[in-house]
């Protein structure tokens, strides 16, 4: 299951939304080994893509660096759908490379600024997912 606080959830929403149509992505880090999301850091989508994301390879290595000099690693790691449900795609399992992250994803398809929206987490380890609760808090 994925515990999430209220924030963080509506930090993730907030940027599919902004990025839409293109598909917005980014990672939520948290203190190595604690399972536990807390700093949200929104990343851009090179591919500038609405049915596509690819993190900058510069940003990504400065985002692990300062990961490492932190003592976090990635907790969530989040995209959005712009036009599909909230299901890793083909192309998202293949670059599936966190076992231990819960892979997140938005749908924005056929919403306006209100709503509605889909908001799902999964484990992708090894090609296999497998969809988890997501239970939102309001502090951890």
Known sequence: MLTI??????QIVAHARADHPDEACGVVAGPAGSGRPERFVPMLNAARSPTFYEFDSTDLF?????????????VVI????T????YPSRTDI???????????????????????FQFRSY????????EEDVRVVEAY
Do not use: F, N, W
């Not at 036009?83 to 909230?86: G, I, M, R």
């Open 94 to 116: 293949g670059l599936a490379s966190e076992p231990g992250a819960h892979y997140v994803l938005v749908s924005t398809a056929d919403t306006d600024d209100a709503g509605p």
């Open 62 to 74: 400065k985002l692990y660096r300062d990961m490492d000099d932190r003592d976090e690693e990635p």
């Open 5 to 10: 606080t209220q924030a963080l959830y509506d």
């Open 123 to 130: 484990r992708i380890v090894d090609g296999v997912v497998t």
């Open 83 to 86: 036009a599909t449900e909230a």
């Open 78 to 81: 989040y995209h959005s759908h």
